[in-house]
């Protein structure tokens, strides 16, 4: 299994090629332990700010000899960042001890299958996805459904189809990906 | 699709507006869910975070793509 740490050093020098395979490897666990969190807080907003502040702070990140310093750095980061949200807007804080999933290799199998799946997704859901997929990060729905020339209620129902439909396909496979 | 299922999309989605100061806020649209809204929008993109990573050839999401291109300049945070 490896160490997410090994991109530290150039994350730590700048290299956001780097940092963003840091990030491949740590999002969604870094996701999945803000979960007590997500009646509350926003998560996507808690994990973006994370992240861009493990980015700011990683030159001053010292490994501590144990795997994946700087991912438990940022659960740490993520964690005091929801609290303080909690009691920004009057929330007594959530306390639970912060437990990490397992880290989970890429498997070049599944992302075949999805790739397949995704091909036989019909052209609206397809478009859809595919906007996403390409600014979603970036531009809201609204402005992803103009640039289709699609209302954003119509946008948001093929993103809801896409994802069904994947879903379907994939379960066809043996592969059950809408459980948690 | 009902307004509930329309806000939920949307809070799934990566995009999040920013404060002048450049810090990540909530989706507007998440202030109009319920708790268990909420919770249904966190679980959906726990599933799309994990699906657009398995179909991007470096493995990135959405919401790694948004801070990507935050940290190189790029985007925008129109709401």
């Given at each position: 299994m490896s160490d997410l740490d090994q991109h530290l050093p150039r994350i730590a020098a700048g290299d956001p090629e780097a940092f963003g395979r840091w990030v491949a490897g740590c999002e969604l666990r870094l996701r999945a332990s803000l979960s007590s969190f997500a009646a509350r807080v926003d998560i996507e907003a808690v994990v973006q700010e994370t992240l861009l502040r493990i980015w700011q702070i990683a030159p001053r990140i010292e490994p501590d000899?144990?795997?994946?310093c700087a991912l438990r750095v940022a659960v740490r980061i993520a964690r005091n960042l929801a609290v303080s949200e909690l009691r920004r807007v009057g929330h007594a804080p959530i306390a639970e001890p912060i437990a990490l999933e397992a880290p989970q290799e890429p498997d070049p199998l599944l992302r075949g299958i999805i790739a397949t799946c995704r091909d036989k997704l019909p052209q609206q859901p397809a478009a859809a996805l595919t906007e996403r997929l390409l600014h979603g990060g970036v531009l809201p729905d609204r402005d992803l459904a103009a640039h289709l020339g699609m209302q954003l209620n119509t946008f948001l129902q093929n993103i809801t189809r896409a994802r069904k439909l994947l879903a379907e396909c994939l379960e066809r496979h043996g592969i059950h990906w809408e459980s948690p | 699709m009902t307004d509930r299922d329309a806000l939920v999309e949307q809070v799934a989605a990566a995009w999040r507006p920013r404060t002048s100061d450049g810090e990540v806020r909530a989706h507007?649209?998440?202030?109009?869910?319920d708790d268990a809204d909420r919770e249904e929008a966190y679980r959906v993109a726990l599933r799309m975070r994990r699906l657009e990573a398995a179909l991007d050839p470096e493995g990135l999401s959405t919401t790694a793509r948004a801070v990507l291109a935050r940290i190189r300049g790029v985007g925008s945070s129109t709401p």
């Open positions: 000899g144990r795997p994946d | 507007p649209a998440w202030h109009d869910l």
